[in-house]
Each structure stands twice: as structure tokens, then as C-alpha cells.
């Protein structure tokens, strides 16, 4: 986890250039930039449709759902977009240089090349609930205008959850009212549900809380450099009542997305890296002769989660393991700027010693605590998302992301909440007030519960799933 990108200098990691206004004069900036407002959202409104030039590829997209906006059918619930694939211009992509236009096509591409490579296995897992094997080479009329769209602005050549599915997909019904769920709608689907809907936007709206998220990081590390205690305290308090604003927005998504609809567009996200239906990846024809293999669309891909384990120097605690490594691949799939960022607060955080300040101060070590108890909240909530979501319907062995599904995840929250035991065993209660002493007792009684019933379930599902959550190195 050391600072890798060619930015960093002494002089970058002194401060990170965070957008403190949102800069929508300049069209060149990318498309993700970390703002203090937009947080981890795009700096601009996400481009809603394709400029005339591209008319083709918008209007196949407009056609791809199974349910399209109109309620009929589209051309994936007939088994005929490959097809419609074929009759695609190769767009010329060269000269664009706009960041807006450029984050749209991404976008629009992504989806293009996911819903033709994944098209077999949707058809498939509707008859026998099984994936079977996916499209193996990707045209090159979506390969060779995707990979250049992906190579300008520094992602990889395939759907990711920040630049494409999730938080560039979005639109205000009215742009002058906010990020509320109410007035958000969606701008690709891949199935058209109501439920595909709440899915993708449920992350959007929790995320529209990742600017507070940031000022709070900023001023903790700042305060932190300054030993300032009062300042550090509060900011910590300040942090923990935005994620917990997160964690209370996580919770609409039982209402939003029902968990019996999950299946009809998972498909769509699955990756090409660690799947059966690519076991020799993907070739994109005019690109390359040796094929990619890539993780699909994630929400470990989020930067939320991984600011707190930075912030808090829980990344470090992660066990050294197979597991852990696949953590890590999953912080290079995101907007570079936001990589930078979380590379940034780490090596700060690390160089500060946030932890050891918060620790030698009762009220900031309460704190401290609290906060890397929500990320335990949202870590416990998300392993219940994903037992009532997936586990209950598919014994398929691997997440969209490409990871383990009965190992992976839990070994993150193993980890957060032998830390919040540690951590706790080292506050002096007798220094708190009553309202933190009560914190802190409803913490440690909760996660030795939580403790006992995950150890109980990973073992029993292990069983059921059996050699399939074992990693070997190809897979990391
Ligand atoms: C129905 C809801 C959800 C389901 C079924 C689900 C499922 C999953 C799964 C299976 C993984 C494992 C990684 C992989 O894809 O290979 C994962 C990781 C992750 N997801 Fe979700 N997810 C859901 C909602 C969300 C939401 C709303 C967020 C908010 C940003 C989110 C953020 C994350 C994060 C941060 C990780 C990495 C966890 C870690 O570091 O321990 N997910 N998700």
C-alpha cells in the first residue's frame, strides 16, 4: 500500500489538490476529481445522452434492456442484441478530448460490451440457472473505441462501478433539487426494473454524503499534524455522524432493490477475471492478441469504505493473506484521482500516527472507536446484503467483483471487529462522560454477539461451498 502513482513527490504528499468548489469550467479536468462538495461523485453532472455523431450507439442502448422505458421488451430479453452489436459503426474516437463526453462514452461502452459478452449467460441462467460460458471476443468496433475511451482517462477497459454503473449514471429529475432519491433516475439499465433502479441509486445517494466525509478526513489529518486536540476530537465526532448518516441511507436498499430481483441483472456486472463463463478471459478484437481478464462491477470499488479503513489505519490490520491481496487489486479499479486520494490518506494517516493521537486522549479514543464501529455497522449490514441477496439464491461460487463470496467479505469484518475488541480494551472509562461510557458499552456488547454468529456462519457456509473459496495466485 505505498504511494505507487507517478504524482507523488514530497511535495504531493505535503497536501492533496482536494476540490474545494465544484470546477465545472474546465472540461479537460477528469470527469472524477475528490471535491469537498461532490465528494466522490463526478465534479459535473453526468452527460444524460450521446451527442448526434454517436446517435447509433445511443439509440442501441436506448433498445438494450430486457424491460425498456416504454415497458416492452428490448433487444436483450430477445437473445437479439449480439446481433444488433454487429451492425455498430467503429466510432472514431481520436479527437475528443472533452471530459464529460469522454466519461459518457466509457460508459455507454461498458455497458455495450458487457451486455454482448454477458448475453448468453443471461438466457442461460433464466432456463437452468446456470451461467454456462459467455461471448469470448469482444468485437472490434466496441473493443477498439473502448479501450481508447478507457486509455484517455486512465480506467480499464471494461465496467466499473464509480466511472460507469453506479456513479455515472444517474440524473436529477429536477436539477435544481438535490441528490434525494425522489428525484433521481437512472440513465443505462441493463434490466430496466424497478429494482435495478434501486440498487444503482441507493449507492449514488449514499455516496451524495462522501464530501462531508472528505472535509472531516481533511481536518483530522490536519489536526492530527497540529496535535490539536480539540480540533482532531471533534472532527473524529463530525466523521462519525456522517458515516452514520451512510450507514441509515444504506439501510433503503431493502426497500429500494428487492432481494428476490438481484439475479435478473447480476449477470450483466459479472467481471471476465476469476469467472467460469471466461475461463480464458476475453480477447477485444484490433486491441490485443492476448486476452484481458478484468473484475466486474463492484461496490468494493467505492471509495467510502476504503477511506475509513485508511483514515482509521485499519488497512494495515487487514490479516497478510490471499484475501487481502484481492483488497488491494480492488483499490486499482476506481477513478485515478480517487486512488491518488486513498494512497494519500493512507501514507498521512500512517505518518501521523492517527491512531496512537487518538488513543493517548480518553474522549478521542471513544471516538476513534465509534467510528470504526460504523465501519463494522456498514461492513455487518453489507454481509446481511449479501446472504439475503445472493446466498439465498445461488450457490455460484464468485462475486461480481471476482471474489469468494463466503470468504472474502468476512475476512474484512473479522478484522474490524477484532479491532474494535483491542481497541476498546484500552480506554479508560473512567475518563469518559456518561454519554461516551454508554457508547462504548453498546459497542462491546454488540460486536462480541456479532463475533460469535459470524464464525458460526462462515464455518457452516464454507462447508457448503467447500474448495471453491480457497485462492491460489492466479486468482489474486
Ligand atoms: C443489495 C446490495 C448489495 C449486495 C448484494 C452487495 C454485494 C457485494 C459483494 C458480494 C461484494 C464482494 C466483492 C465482489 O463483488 O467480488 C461486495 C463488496 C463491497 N460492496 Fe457491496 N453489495 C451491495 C450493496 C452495496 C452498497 C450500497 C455499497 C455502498 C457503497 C456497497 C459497497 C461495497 C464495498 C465497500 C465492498 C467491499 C467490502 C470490504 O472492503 O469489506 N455495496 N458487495
Avoid at 465509534?370 to 446481511?384: L, P, S, T
Wanted: some cysteine; aromatic content about 10%; hydrophobic content about 35%.
Amino acid at each position: 500500500f505505498k504511494p505507487s502513482s507517478a504524482v507523488w513527490n514530497a511535495r504531493a504528499l505535503e497536501a492533496f489538490p482536494v476540490l474545494t468548489a465544484q470546477s465545472p469550467q474546465d472540461d479537460r479536468m477528469p470527469s472524477f476529481m475528490v471535491g469537498e462538495t461532490n465528494g466522490f461523485l463526478p465534479r459535473q453532472a453526468p452527460l444524460v445522452e450521446l451527442p448526434n455523431r454517436f446517435h447509433k450507439l445511443e439509440y442501441l442502448l436506448q433498445r438494450m434492456p430486457l424491460v425498456m422505458a416504454n415497458g416492452e421488451e428490448g433487444l436483450l430479453a430477445k437473445g437479439k442484441f449480439g446481433d444488433a452489436v454487429k451492425a455498430l459503426p467503429e466510432y472514431e474516437v481520436d479527437d475528443i478530448t472533452d471530459a464529460q463526453l469522454l466519461s459518457a462514452l466509457y460508459r455507454d461502452y461498458t455497458f455495450v460490451a458487457s451486455a454482448y459478452l454477458l448475453e448468453p449467460c443471461d438466457i442461460m441462467y433464466r432456463e437452468k440457472k446456470d451461467y454456462g460460458l459467455g461471448r469470448q471476443v469482444l468485437p472490434r468496433n466496441v473493443a477498439v473505441p473502448l479501450a481508447k475511451v478507457a486509455a484517455k482517462i486512465g480506467a480499464k477497459p471494461f465496467m466499473e462501478y464509480a466511472l460507469s454503473y453506479s456513479l455515472y449514471n444517474y440524473k436529477r429529475i429536477d436539477p435544481t433539487k438535490g441528490l434525494t432519491y425522489d428525484n433521481l433516475a437512472l440513465i443505462r439499465a441493463f434490466a430496466g426494473s424497478e429494482s435495478e433502479k434501486g440498487f444503482i441509486l441507493n449507492h449514488v445517494t449514499m455516496v451524495a454524503f462522501s464530501g462531508d466525509l472528505i472535509k472531516h478526513t481533511q481536518s483530522i489529518l490536519s489536526s492530527c499534524g497540529r496535535k490539536d486536540r480539540q480540533e482532531f476530537t471533534q472532527a473524529l465526532c463530525d466523521l462519525n455522524t456522517t458515516y452514520s448518516r451512510i450507514n441509515e441511507e444504506m439501510e433503503c436498499m431493502w426497500q429500494r432493490s428487492q432481494p428476490a430481483d438481484y439475479q435478473k441483472f447480476r449477470t450483466f456486472i459479472m467481471g471476465t477475471k476469476n469467472q467460469p463463463m471466461f475461463p480464458h478471459g476475453v480477447i477485444y478484437e484490433g486491441v490485443s492478441d492476448t486476452p484481458m481478464f478484468l473484475r466486474g462491477e463492484s461496490g468494493a470499488n467505492d471509495s467510502m469504505v476504503p477511506l475509513g479503513d485508511n483514515v482509521l489505519q485499519l488497512t494495515a490490520r487487514m490479516p497478510e493473506n490471499p484475501l487481502t491481496k484481492v483488497l488491494r487489486d480492488f483499490r486499482t479499479y476506481r477513478p485515478t484521482n480517487h486512488r491518488e486520494y486513498l494512497e494519500y490518506v493512507q501514507y498521512k494517516a500512517d505518518e501521523l500516527g492517527v491512531r496512537d493521537f487518538a488513543m493517548s486522549d480518553s474522549e478521542s479514543a471513544a471516538w476513534y472507536l465509534a467510528n470504526v464501529d460504523q465501519i463494522r455497522a456498514f461492513r455487518h449490514r453489507h454481509w446481511n446484503f449479501t446472504k439475503e441477496y445472493i446466498i439465498k439464491y445461488s450457490l455460484h461460487p464468485v462475486a461480481t467483483g471476482g471474489s469468494p463470496i463466503v470468504s472474502w467479505l468476512p475476512n474484512q469484518l473479522g478484522t474490524v471487529l477484532n479491532t474494535l475488541v483491542e481497541t476498546s480494551q484500552q480506554i479508560d472509562r473512567s475518563a469518559l462522560n456518561p454519554e461516551l461510557k454508554a457508547l462504548v458499552a453498546e459497542i462491546d456488547e454488540r460486536v462480541q454477539a456479532q463475533q460469535r454468529v459470524l464464525t458460526r456462519e462462515v464455518a457452516k457456509l464454507k462447508e457448503q461451498y467447500g474448495s471453491s473459496q480457497e485462492l491460489n495466485e492466479s486468482q489474486m
